[in-house]
């Protein structure tokens, strides 16, 4: 059967059972390699993609029920050339150390800044409550989030007339 999905605001059609899990989805068929198969039982949070918005679990949700919804992958955040500011808040504080977790973390971010560019600690541990991290890096993961809060609204801000040649 086939399906209609938008990723990264680009249209895709994928010929796979309505029942199939996203993240098999991303993966397989799309090869979109940033979503991680952790414990395939919506526990670990290293799936995570962003759905309308909110942070879900990839390897939960079958695609069956993601048809005109937007789905925005970690691959939709930047580039390496470009990097987005959430991935260059992780780059600049070296927030990730064995990175398996990130791209599910970085996404559980994603949606929180979305929602709030200035969060607090608490804010953001409630959003990464699903995340988890073996490593031990979550000091340098909430400063990253911070970070990134800090990066987003500046880059909101009009343009100064400060140091313009007039």
């Known amino acids: 059967m086939s399906i209609s999905l938008t990723v990264n605001g680009s249209p895709h059609q994928v010929d796979a059972d309505p029942s199939t899990p996203l993240l098999y989805v991303l993966r397989d068929d799309l090869a979109l390699n940033g979503a991680k198969y952790g414990c395939g039982l919506g526990q670990c949070g290293s799936c995570t993609v962003v759905v309308d918005g909110e942070a879900v679990l990839s390897c939960m949700v079958p695609i069956m029920l993601l048809e005109g919804r937007e789905i925005t992958t970690i691959e939709g955040l930047g580039t390496i050339e470009e990097p987005g500011p959430l991935q260059q808040a ?39 409550a699903t995340n988890l991290c073996r490593c031990g890096t979550h000091m340098r993961i909430l400063a990253a989030i911070r970070r990134a809060g800090e990066l987003m609204k500046a880059a909101s801000l009009p343009e100064s007339d400060e140091g313009r040649a007039g």
């Not at 990175?99 to 800044?113: F, K, N």
């Open 90 to 128: 992780f780059i600049e504080l070296q927030a990730a150390q064995c990175g398996y977790c990130i791209p599910g973390m970085m996404m559980s971010a994603h949606a929180l800044l979305r929602r709030n560019a200035q969060p607090s600690d608490e804010d953001i541990r409630d959003a990464l």
